[in-house]
């Protein structure tokens, strides 16, 4: 990877790989803002903290689906840079501006607006990669832009609560549209693609394939549907990663101010213990890559989900009685260890019992269902956090967890 680099032909590339550092960094800085804010204006609140957060995964279910269509259209490049932009100025609108009123709703409505543009900047980021990046050399790229985002997770988490827990959510918010802006000049940086040249006919063209377009989307769309329904395990994996992602949605929120009360920290502590547990992701997915084909990819993700709620309800536990920094932090490790490889092994199944012509159509509705199930989820735990104790809730979240990996288990033994 480093040969990869210093080749003077992938530095466009470089530049790109840095602004998706900057800007990941960003991101998580910004949700360290965003948990900082809500600590501010309604202390120990998980509500308020989940319906602040289902304005960032709105916009998967009403932009996401039509971004890819008019991505494909668009310049990516000028897409990239134009996102990020827009991103930078509507984050310090909010520090500068609106966090200041006494509503909170016109938050929630730039909270909508910046991650609808990330659903643009998203599809546009993959799709120009093999713009810059020679065919030969897609899966070194694409094995860096994924390093990124693990790199992103652990210092964005880190520096970010460090940063909101000593300058408060304002400078959380300004540090990101630093990032934001950062990040959009070393894209427009890179090697420019050819620009278009439109006239009034290909303009009139455009419209009518675009509206033709719209038409092929939806189609597509039902055929899809139909296709998951008629195969058997694609549908069993989108059961799993339903039933995972609304564990996932039921402890988010919960834990973030169950780890505020618990250490007496807004942020610096969810930053701390968010370091063990991107390393633990990190390595549980290397490993997973290593040794993992040995085993069967239906073990590894029931495995991974008894482990995983049983890790749940322990930490919930014994950080209660505890309030020990390390042990939480050792135990956060060991969780994302062991619950690393169930998206891997979840996506090798997809990818080798599904068609090639239909496997966009089934990702995307993976995608979909995922974000539905962890968005309905964290709503309905939070709400609960407001009337039953924290610790109960993340305890029983953990125990569903265990069971459903040992029913799959049992069940899938059956089968065979």
């Given at each position: 990877m480093i040969e990869f680099l210093k080749n003077r032909a992938n530095w466009p590339f470089l530049r790109f790989w840095l602004a998706q550092l900057v800007s990941q960094f960003g991101d998580r800085v910004y949700q360290m803002a965003l948990v900082g804010f809500i600590a501010a204006r309604s202390p120990g609140s998980s509500f308020e903290l989940a319906k602040l957060l289902s304005f960032t995964i709105i916009p998967v279910f009403l932009v996401g689906p039509i971004a890819g269509v008019y991505v494909d259209r668009w310049d990516r490049r000028r897409t990239l840079f134009v996102c990020d932009f827009i991103r930078g100025l509507l984050v310090l609108s909010v520090a500068f501006y609106f966090m200041g009123l006494s509503s909170i709703l016109p938050v929630y409505a730039l909270v909508f607006l910046i991650f609808s543009f990330s659903r643009f900047y998203v599809p546009a980021k993959m799709s120009f990669i093999p713009e810059i990046v020679n065919e030969n050399d897609l899966h070194i790229a694409n094995s860096l832009?994924?390093?990124?985002?693990?790199?992103?997770?652990?210092?964005?988490?880190?520096?970010?609560?460090?940063?909101?827990?000593?300058?408060?959510?304002?400078?959380?918010?300004?540090?990101?549209?630093?990032?934001?802006?950062?990040?959009?000049?070393?894209?427009?940086?890179?090697?420019?693609?050819?620009?278009?040249?439109?006239?009034?006919?290909?303009?009139?063209?455009?419209?009518?394939?675009?509206?033709?377009?719209?038409?092929?989307?939806?189609?597509?769309?039902?055929?899809?549907?139909?296709?998951?329904?008629g195969q058997k395990e694609i549908g069993f994996i989108f059961g799993m990663m339903s039933v995972l992602f609304a564990a996932v949605g039921a402890v988010y929120v919960v834990i973030i101010v169950f780890i505020q009360q618990t250490f007496g920290s807004v942020t610096r502590d969810l930053g701390f213990l968010a370091v063990p547990l991107g390393i633990g992701l990190f390595l549980g997915s290397?490993?997973?890559?290593?040794?993992?084909?040995?085993?069967?990819?239906?073990?590894?993700?029931?495995?991974?989900?008894?482990?995983?709620?049983?890790?749940?309800?322990?930490?919930?536990?014994?950080?209660?009685?505890?309030?020990?920094?390390?042990?939480?932090?050792?135990?956060?490790?060991?969780?994302?260890?062991?619950?690393?490889?169930?998206?891997?092994?979840?996506?090798?199944?997809?990818?080798?019992?599904?068609?090639?012509?239909?496997?966009?159509?089934?990702?995307?509705?993976?995608?979909?269902?995922?974000?539905?199930?962890?968005?309905?989820?964290?709503?309905?735990?939070?709400?609960?956090?407001e009337y039953v104790s924290r610790l109960w809730i993340l305890a029983v979240v953990g125990v569903i967890f265990l069971g459903v990996g040992l029913l799959g288990l049992f069940k899938h033994k059956e089968n065979q």
């Open positions: 832009i994924t390093v990124t985002g693990m790199i992103a997770l652990v210092l964005g988490a880190l520096f970010g609560g460090i940063i909101v827990e000593h300058t408060g959510a304002k400078g959380g918010f300004i540090w990101d549209a630093v990032m934001f802006f950062c990040s959009g000049l070393l894209v427009f940086s890179a090697r420019r693609v050819p620009e278009l040249r439109l006239d009034a006919e290909k303009l009139a063209n455009a419209g009518r394939e675009m509206l033709k377009a719209h038409k092929t989307v939806w189609g597509e769309i039902t055929t899809g549907i139909t296709y998951i329904r290397m490993a997973y890559g290593r040794w993992g084909g040995k085993v069967s990819k239906w073990k590894i993700m029931f495995w991974s989900l008894i482990l995983g709620g049983a890790l749940v309800t322990a930490f919930a536990a014994i950080v209660h009685t505890t309030r020990n920094r390390m042990l939480a932090a050792a135990l956060t490790f060991i969780l994302g260890f062991v619950v690393g490889p169930i998206v891997i092994a979840a996506n090798t199944v997809i990818n080798t019992v599904c068609s090639k012509q239909m496997s966009g159509k089934v990702f995307s509705a993976l995608e979909f269902v995922m974000h539905l199930a962890f968005l309905l989820a964290m709503l309905a735990s939070a709400y609960a956090a």
